[in-house]
């Protein structure tokens, strides 16, 4: 179809062209349009076909009320055509469709109605209940709106952004710009939000006269101009925003376009005051086959040829509810659509000025007369007119018949935040009895239709928000009351409620297919509230958010039962347009920590996995049993990167105390230069972190705890002093120091050659802490330690000497056969000597005593009220625990995998760790069981995945299974 | 989260910044003659008060102290402290 090319009011670019297909076959369309409008200028009428009744749609509103034009683009189904712009080369497709949308071998289901009355999944699928699994299955054949491949991956860049304004304006129509540009002047920080790809709103494509006799687009123009001046005005355009919350907290997702580095992003903006300027809507007209393609609303037909160029049709008929619909009637004919006929469901109150207009274009008008019913299979080709009372009958030949009942606010935004709606006898609106804290409306969506109107009352709302962030605007805001008191109030909206019809065939919601009749039904099965009687039909839950039905259905139901003089509005819930999820989802970074020595360990081969924060070297070769790595370590020496342990210092006059609330241990007994294992435990006894506690110098201790816990300790040690008022000070060394461990029988023979001091065992003997400088430069907190049940010393240094550290240490370490062993080989070497690691060992109820750890416990200290104390003094006595044991298989081949069950009629325990242990040649391991079998000797039977059913057995045995005199790490 | 919480050391900041640590439940009781019941409600036992409740707050991901305030739990509202005169009734 050729295009209206020389209108001011163009929003496409005829210069430039944009290719796509529809179900297979080519259109064009411009830069600037949207999927929906090229189609219909490509000649497409049916877009799809209806959810239940497979019913043919087609274009309807343009802002995606409906899922009529609901299609699949490039495999991404569900996409609004009407709000999508277009892009070259996409592949659209009709959706819930067998054959093509225009012919679709599923159509005879609209014949079928009469089986499906309101509510009968509910009603009839149900006896017997084998009924429905199969039932089940064809419904959903028959029934649904797109279909997604399972392995469909979502392409696209997704964003998210998290501003803060004084004053979040949302809705850029010409309220909205007024509104934010009131709330500027006071030099506030505005953030102004427009759902379209361009600020204008209903003016946009409006040619009526403004207060100074210009068009209303050029008004809109120039509003949108001054916003784009106003440097403190942030504004986002193709924003539809889906959620208001307390505090003024308004989400929303915007839609790049191709300058953007992003395809859709998340904005979530922290406001102060908002403004809420969305504008009306137009509610649809109820009468037989409204949904017929060639039926659309005024603004739809209105803003096809103003904005995209494209005429909605030759011979038209109008039936409307308001001014906007005589406006437009008057505009097509200008554009050289006929108009037969203009029906006005009102008896009254038109705009004198219009009414001359349309005599003067010699358009009849009917005013008291409505559509009652569309003919024509896929596509208008004529339709019936009434008399409001339907006492009178005219039939009209048309191609394209506008259609709306009158105007609706779009109050969702309201209705999220939570302000209570009251139906308004005046507007025949669902209005707000009161707003939420700083909260303001603006615009038509309060009534008014008055362009002069309009403005005055966002500049009214802008100066009363800024007024509420503070701005000491009082002359401003009581100038602008009265001018807005000056002009028209809010406009007596038309009452008709639907046409003088049966409704087996006007549908209140289109997505759902749900009827009047259906409505009907459920009322004479006793719901007389809308928000059930939406429920039970359906109607108003499907993509579009009650956009259709939202207005009609309390309405509709008001007349139906006895209340017709209070209908009650339904709710709408965020988010209050689709989204895709990749777009809450946002970019997903996988952000991870990486040591001081990573470098060094990769380039000795290390292979990383993430574990926690960090980035770890999990092994050094493709062996994942790590054979040589830890007969390495056993026979000769080796060097593990200890850095994600958890490092602090605590100090002040009060530190010993914090110590003593939260480890179990009494920590008065701690003595400079020696070591302290401990643990902590929370509330319940349960442990949740070890670590080790140096005492340097008075008041001044040095602690470590395990990987994970290093990121709530801090937190913690607060939390649990949070009422004492202690004068105690906690430093995270985490990331400025890094740990080296250096360990096996050669380990003292590589620290001789590079320690600044005496490193024998007499001088620095197991269990000791020092204070030295390797190589007279590096300074390094040294703890003789046996984690791996070797002699061992774990250094700890700044992060910054790390790199250098661990190359001294290869380096001298060299004709001793040094070399680096990662985690998984620790985790073995550890696991021969039974010890223990948190969360390996232990689940959340795993407390102290299970662990065989109560020796580290000391119970005279009640007055620190130690975390724990008092729970483990109660676990004391109770037999019923699960308890660690040592295990050894009786088949000697393999361990079995960590996790395992142990079984005997019931679930008993589990392993937490097995291996094969090279150095001793069993397979061993740890396991936590059910205190009844933790006796020495047990037999136990393990289940493992993938065994066939097959079970393995194991006897309990005494740990450690390595040294266990502890000869080694005290050589 | 639309929750917005006022640190004493940093004003106020998102309420993702925060962690809850709890009705303010006092003091930990002396360990002496404690019994388990008494200890367990210490621990477990909350009033869930649907309205204004004083509470712990960790200012996790800014300066990290814990600090009380009062909310409004209907409204998920930090509220200003509420007259002494409502303890004493």
Known sequence: MKRIQDLPTLRIDPTQGRSLTFEGRPYQGYAGDTVASALFAGGIRVFGRSLKYHRPRGLYSLDGECSNTCVAVDGIPNVRAETTLLKDGMRVTAQNVKGSARFDLMGFMDKLDWLMPAGFYYRTLHKPAAIWPLAMKQVRKAAGLGIMAPDFKMPGRYDEIYPTADVCVIGGGAAGMTAALAAAESGLRVVLLEMRPWLGGSFDYRVQPCADGRPLHERARELARQVAETPQIRCFTQTAMVGAYSNNLITAFQVGGNEDPFDERYIEIRAQSV?????????????????????????????????????PGKEAVFSVG??????????????????????????????????????????????????????GGRHVKGVTLA??????????????????????????????????????????????????AKMFTAGRMTGRNHPAAIEASGRNAGLRAAAACGADNGAARAEASSALEALPGPERGSKLVTAPVRGRKSFICFDEDATVKNVKQAVAMGFDVPELIKRFTSAGTGPGQGGIPGHNLPLVTARMTASAATPKPTTVRPPLVPTYLATYAGRHHTMTKRTPVHDAQAAAGGIFRRIGVWERARYFSDDQDCREEILNVRRNVGLLDASTLGKFRLHGPDALRALQRVYVSDMRKLSPGRIKYSAMCNDDGCVIDDGVVVKRTENDYYFTTSTARAGQTIEWIRYHTRYDDWAFHLVNLTDAMGVVNIAGPKARQVLEKVADTDVSSTAFPFAAYREFTIKSEIPVRAMRLGFVGELSYELHAASSWMPALWEILEEAGQALGVKPFGVEAQNVLRMEKGHIILGQESEQRTNLLDLGLGFLWDRTKSDAKTVGAVALRQAEHDADRLKLVGLRMEDNASAPRDGSIIVDERIRGYVCTARKSFTTGEAVGMALVDAPLAGLGTRLAIFEDESDGQLRYARVVAMPFYDPEGARMKM | MALTLTCPICGPRCGYEFRYGGEDKGPRPAEADLSPRAWCDYVHMNRCTAGL?????????????????????????????????????
Not at chain 1, 332 to 352: E, F, S
Not at chain 1, 405 to 431: E, K, M, S
């Open chain 1, 322 to 375: 308001h001014d906007l619909g005589l406006e437009t009637a008057l505009d097509l004919c200008d554009l050289g659509v006929r108009i037969h006929c203009v029906a006005d469901c009102r008896q009254d109150g038109q705009d004198p000025e219009l009414l001359q207009a349309l005599a003067e274009h010699s358009i009849p008008v009917l005013t008291g007369w409505v559509a009652a019913k569309a003919h």
């Open chain 2, 53 to 89: 409740q004083k509470e712990w707050w960790c200012h996790k991901d800014g300066c990290g102290s814990w600090f009380t305030t009062w909310r409004d739990t209907v409204r998920n509202l930090e509220v200003p402290e509420p007259a002494a005169v409502e303890t004493s009734s």
């Open chain 1, 387 to 436: 008399t409001v009372e339907g006492t009178v009958k005219r039939r009209l030949a048309c191609d394209l018949l506008v259609a709306s009942a009158g105007l609706t606010p779009v109050n969702g935004p309201l209705i999220l935040a939570q302000a209570p709606l009251a139906y308004d006898a005046h507007t025949g609106y669902f209005l707000p009895t009161a707003l939420p």
């Open chain 1, 275 to 311: 403004v809420v300027a969305t504008g009306c809507i137009e509610r649809p007209l109820l009468f037989d086959h409204n949904e017929r393609p060639g039926v659309m609303q005024a603004g739809c037909a209105q803003r096809l040829a103003r904005t995209y160029g494209i005429l």
